[in-house]
């Protein structure tokens, strides 16, 4: 086995609850909330044999919230995104959400005994780090000192030494849910809006927060300091930033997925990747980011300016919509290829069929509505093609389907991680704590064991730091090769690739059905020449697969003289 990252994320907010009231919009009291203790060991202990090697909580950060404790009022109702709040508009970057814990009060200390069960199965742990925006009520309990806008020139819209762009004249914030009285200097958005009335469709429950460059003066951020730049010479934010990461590095977190972090400034990140790495040589940085997004903050590349800062990955999502078009657009299977020519994006982007932004793919609404089987051929793909950091979201290994309106976000086909509630699919897993699948159907059983073997095939040295060979090229005047009836060239459907490792010798061929009616009938994989010779041994000129079912994956190994065998 290798050490290819396989990142398990788990929303903490949905994991451990399994309340089946699910009041749409409903409280914490009504509807529930999962626990850092609901995450047992014996609930990491599965994960951790489904072959992952990182686990990503998702949400624990405090953020502006409905729910009141002690010492902690609710934020104003104009602010937030459901009732739970939007995990995104982070309220105290030192602190963790008291829904979270049984002794609210004592939340950092629970927080700390789950990152040690973690640790004891052998899970590395991520958290957010939300770069680019904080939420409107942000102030910090645990380390007030450093709390973003404290010392700001709140007279100017833009000051290198300010943590937020503070709009000009003296107005009233008027927010989609109604006027905020409190903001008494108004702010930028966190989508960039300098206006006292965002709209609904802006970011307007957080701020954006400074990095030393005024966003109105372009992408040229080359004016900021060097990786190399002392703490006194680096701006504000990047102080309080790097106070952030140190303060959850020390206390054991292993590695940051970093939120829209295309808009941060890339020299921003060069210098706080460093200085993180000074502090652990091994911290995990994974970006979310995207390359068409104009608030990016250069003109480079996202992926490769990313990477070039100091990032160990970058969402793939051009890869993900790609494949989703096979299903609800015009593209073909043979369109896979494009993929495989950008070594850069193959082997280092961060691969998934879902996560918290994006629907179910078991949803009815989505993917052409096909149900949870469509999961099976779009993981295989995504994360057989690379060797790349690879992850799944809870909930997707037993086809969670996020049917109907659960609060804010409506019936988007989306689990809301703006609301208080518990995912049905996934509690029949979770089976009152028991985390052993009880009350699964044994479609998702099995379903639940194919991923996991799929994970366990992405540790191999042909999938963890091996090459790929694509074969649809090959196939395409094969007629064998799933080839449906009217069509005179195949390739629509199916999908294959040979992966190597030639240090180790280990090779496979992956056969992938799309398809998600009709099964396909005497499949055959032709091998070129070159495909024999790129193996490297004697091979057959074809390989016989048989009948595939829709939506089905085959695997065949080949290992010493090269003979044939299936599993």
């Not at 057959?540 to 994956?553: F, L, N, Q, Y």
Request: aromatic share 12%; proline share 5%.
């Amino acid at each position: 086995m290798s050490d290819r990252v396989r990142i398990y994320q788990l929303f903490v907010r949905h994991f451990g609850n399994t309340n089946e009231s699910r009041v749409p919009g409903g409280t914490i009291v009504q509807n529930g909330c999962g626990k850092f203790v609901d995450i047992t060991e014996r609930a990491l202990e599965e994960i951790k044999e489904m072959g992952f090697t990182h686990v990503w909580l998702t949400g624990v950060l405090e953020h502006a919230s409905g729910t009141s404790y002690p010492n902690r009022p609710a934020d104003n109702p104009v602010l937030l995104k459901g009732r739970a709040g939007s995990p995104y508009a982070v309220k105290d970057y030192f602190d963790v959400c008291p829904d979270y814990a049984c002794d609210p009060e004592n939340r950092l200390e629970e927080f700390k005994e789950l990152l040690a069960r973690c640790k004891s199965v052998g899970l590395k742990v991520v958290i957010d780090f939300v770069p680019n925006h904080v939420a409107r009520s942000y102030g910090s309990d645990v380390e007030p000192d450093l709390s973003f806008g404290k010392g700001d020139d709140v007279r100017q819209f833009f000051h290198r030494e300010n943590h937020f762009f503070y709009l000009e004249g003296e107005w009233k914030m008027q927010l989609p849910g109604g006027l905020y009285e409190p903001e008494v200097h108004g702010r930028v958005t966190g989508n960039n809006a300098a206006t006292w009335s965002p709209s609904p469709n802006d970011w307007y429950e957080t701020v954006k927060l400074n990095y030393g460059h005024d966003y109105r003066t372009g992408r040229d951020t080359s004016h900021l300091p060097g990786p190399e730049a002392e703490l006194h010479e680096v701006p504000k934010t990047w102080r309080t930033m790097d106070a952030i990461l140190s303060h959850w590095q020390l206390m054991g977190v292993d590695g940051f997925r970093c939120d829209m972090a295309h808009m941060v400034p890339m020299e921003f990140w060069r210098w706080a990747v460093r200085q993180a790495r000074w502090r652990n040589p091994e911290v995990y940085f994974m970006a979310e980011a995207y390359d068409g997004d104009p608030a990016k903050l250069t003109d480079e590349n996202v992926l490769h300016a990313l990477l070039g800062a100091g990032f160990d990955s970058v969402y793939d999502g051009d890869s993900y919509e790609l494949v989703k078009q096979i299903y609800e657009g015009d593209k073909w299977a043979n369109d896979l290829d494009d993929i495989l020519w950008d070594e850069r994006k193959l082997n280092q982007m961060l691969r998934y069929a879902e996560n918290h932004d994006e629907v179910r793919i078991a949803s009815p609404k989505h993917w052409g509505g096909h149900g949870l089987k469509v999961g099976v051929p779009v993981t295989a793909f995504l994360l057989g093609v690379g060797r790349g950091p690879c992850m799944l979201y809870n909930g997707q290994e037993v086809g969670e389907p996020a049917i109907g309106s659960e609060g804010f976000s409506g019936d988007d086909g989306r689990s809301s991680i703006f609301d208080y509630w518990s995912l049905p699919e996934f509690c029949k897993w979770v089976h009152g704590g028991a985390y052993d699948g009880g009350l699964l159907s044994e479609q998702q059983k099995e379903l639940r064991e194919w991923y996991a073997g799929w994970i366990q095939l992405m540790g191999e040295p042909a999938f963890s730091r091996g090459d790929v060979f694509g074969l649809n090229y090959i196939n395409r005047d094969n007629e064998h090769f799933g080839r449906a009836e009217g069509e005179d060239v195949s390739g629509k459907w199916m999908y294959a690739f040979l992966r190597r490792d030639q240090k180790s010798g280990q090779a496979f061929l992956v056969v992938i059905h799309f398809n998600p009616w009709q099964k396909a009938q005497e499949v055959e994989v032709r091998l070129s020449q070159e495909a024999r010779e790129w193996i490297g041994h004697e091979v057959a000129h074809k390989v016989v697969i048989g009948e595939m079912a829709p939506c089905g994956v085959e695997v065949v190994e080949f290992w010493g003289d090269f003979e044939v065998e299936e599993i």
